[in-house]
């Protein structure tokens, strides 16, 4: 996997539209309908992984601190569904948990996630903080994860 870090303004046209394309794909055609561009992704970093064959298969933004929570927030987490099962969906937050490292040392990790994936985020060592919520129809729960 070939992966990418860029602010939103440096993401340039064909990045944004492969990034849209895959976001939509999942978050529009899969899960149903809602507005998937919330007006975050310009204070955001981008993890853009492409396969060897340079399509997009695995994407994920970090929302800046105090933007949407106190902490640094990792969320638009995707992977293609051609992509699932393998290993693709780690592989992605581990890349960002470690950007996270670098950009923010020492600061805890927030997360809103699909109620059915806590198991998983729980591998990564978030930990649910709250009751489960409603978010675009699909039932979430907020997770954090601490400075190891």
Known sequence: MHWTWLRFE???VDNLY???QLRSRVFVLEQGPYLDADGLDRQSWHLLGRNPQGTLVSYLR???PGLKFDEP???RVVTSPDT???GSGRALMTEGLAGCARLWPGRAIRISAQ???ERFYGSLGFVRVGPPYGEDGIPHVQMLRSTR
């Open 10 to 12: 440096a993401l340039g």
């Open 18 to 20: 492969d990034a849209l």
């Open 62 to 64: 970090i929302v800046d």
């Open 73 to 75: 927030s990792i969320g």
């Open 84 to 86: 699932r099962g393998g």
């Open 115 to 117: 109620a059915h994936l």
